[in-house]
Nanobody
């Protein structure tokens, strides 16, 4: 599966953005989907995930209550709605797909990656 992330940009602190990740190829509805981010000089970190089975969602503590992950299987797209953005949310955001059961919170657990979209939050 190929993934294409979009929707990043520059926003002031307290603002909102919605990221999209469009998937091409077959079987999107049976992939667990995740969002990760990587700030300059830091390792890529887990942000949120959405399971294909049961529709469960998972979040990093740092974004819980502010970000919402959702998916539209008819459109082969996963979204990340980000609200109450903070300067520390500035990073390149990546979407990823993981086959099988269970979502992952580690980079190595995902099979496919999008190219990333830059999110910059100004103070």
């Amino acid at each position: 599966v190929q993934l294409q992330a979009s929707g990043g940009g520059l926003v002031q602190a307290g603002g909102s953005l919605r990221l999209s990740c469009a998937a091409s190829g077959r079987g999107f509805s049976t992939y667990n989907m995740g969002w990760f981010r990587q700030a300059p000089g830091k390792e890529r970190e887990f942000v949120a995930a959405h399971s294909w089975s049961g529709g469960r969602t998972y979040y990093a503590d740092s974004v819980k209550g502010r970000f919402t992950i959702s998916r539209d299987n008819a459109k082969n797209t996963v979204y990340l709605q980000m609200s109450s953005l903070k300067p520390e949310d500035t990073a390149v955001y990546y979407c990823a797909a993981r086959g099988g059961y269970g979502v992952g919170r580690q980079v190595y657990e995902y099979d496919y990656w999008g190219q990333g979209t830059q999110v910059t939050v100004s103070s």
